[in-house]
């Protein structure tokens, strides 16, 4: 039998463990005063991770497989919604009206054995992210940098193309107050390039159907050893005379297309785009760490180290984002909730100019994984990968970022931790609409070093 005493000086042992110091929590036993009739419980140490917070209306009844109901409340509204002794999950009753709780898989105590069956070793430095609704987010990080420092959650690390959905609510939000016409032509924003200007339109630099040339031969214009700028990107454009098809028929990943719509938005604004984004974006959010940067230095002040810190990614709207696992779970999760009021703008896919429809959103791709829709997107530098996804009808992200790492094992891990949080076994019920609809997975699509 397991103490009221022990039970309250486990749960104030969880509570430390996540940060949070000094929460008076109160049980409140069954009608026979006994406490829970769990025999199964481990040591007192191994109950640092033996359990997930979710917050949730106070006196919430939890019922435990086999033991007698309790409920646990504190003043803070936190409520454990499960117990990591196995496989088995609490369930929940909640009373009418408090809204209804998608139980987690236990991820937590999983992620060490999901990052090795993807690939990655014990000593390579990597972070992973995953949060439900606003239950704190459970990171695990690992290995040390080039630095010789340990890589953490709150590291501030290159967030390559991820930062393309950043720009693209940069657009969506000057878009929805009128400032910026998604179907004006990009030479009215940028009348220094050639003529083919005229026939690209905003829309088709969103979803990569603007038809530039190929980002290959952009970079083969530029300097070898220079720094990649916005200057530089608009000036490698400026040498195309002519374009080799027509906007709007084909769906083509173009980086530079990023770095058009960042310049556009920069002159709908009358701002600069890190001004912009901070004030919009980033300040909202509470998104402390993140930021763009376009230089001189090759990264901001304390950053985790680039592999090779020139050419340096000094562009921006395709990149240029540094941000940390934290942050980017919590830009995730505003997205999830629509807590900037453009979420449904930003997750609509694209299509050609003929209405053919396309997998790829505003900065995102469009997938799908267990019958549920899966918005993500994937970066790429030499020497880091990342990749993000979000489930909105689960409230779930995940974000995963990878400092010494030139292969594609992330697109592996991404999978592994999708199917743990859509795995059968869980009620349909609980899981959201479209559940029940299980399909096969999609396969990642390599883009140069991004996956969408």
Known sequence: MLSQQRLQLRLGGLFRSVGVEGVPVVIAENPTN??????????????????????????????????????????????????????????????????????????????????????????EPIVVGIQQRDAPPILRAQGLMSSGEPLTATTLIYAASLSKQMTAACAALLAQHGALDMESALSRW????????????????????????????????????????TPSVLRALARFPALDRRPGTEHV???????????????????????????????????VDTC?????????????????????????????????????????????ADELGISTLMQTPGCLDDGTPIDYAWGIGVRSHAGHRVYRHGGGWPGLRAMQARIPDLDFSVVLIAVADDTERRADLLNSLLDEVTKPGIPDSLRGPGSNRRKSNEPFRVMGNDVA
Not at 193 to 206: E, F, I, S
Not at 255 to 275: D, T
């Open 34 to 123: 006994s406490p829970p009739a769990c025999t199964d419980v481990r040591a007192p140490q191994d109950w640092g991770a033996g359990w997930e917070m979710r917050r949730a209306e106070p006196r919430m009844p939890l019922t435990l497989p086999g033991c007698p109901t309790s409920t646990l409340v504190s003043d803070i509204h936190w409520v454990f919604s499960h117990l990591l002794l196995g496989p088995r999950i609490m369930e929940m009753t909640m009373p009418s009206g408090t809204g209804r709780i998608i139980p987690v898989p236990q991820l937590q105590p999983r992620m060490t054995a999901l990052i090795k069956g993807a690939g990655y070793g014990s000593d």
């Open 190 to 229: 940028l009348p220094q390039l050639p003529a083919w200007t005229d026939t690209v339109r905003l829309r088709h630099l969103v979803h990569h159907t603007a038809a530039l040339p190929p980002d290959s031969k952009i970079d083969a214009t530029m300097a070898s050893d220079a720094d990649r700028t």
């Open 253 to 287: 990943y173009s980086n530079a297309a990023y770095v058009c719509l960042a310049a556009a938005v920069e002159r709908a604004a009358g701002q600069p785009l890190p001004q912009f984004a901070q004030r919009q974006l980033f300040t909202p959010l509470a998104m």
């Open 292 to 336: 763009y940067w376009r230089g001189p230095d090759p990264m901001p002040p304390g950053a985790a180290p680039l592999a090779f810190p020139h050419p340096a990614p000094l562009s921006l709207g395709d990149g240029g984002v540094w941000t940390t696992a934290s942050d980017l779970l919590r830009w995730s999760q505003a997205l999830n």
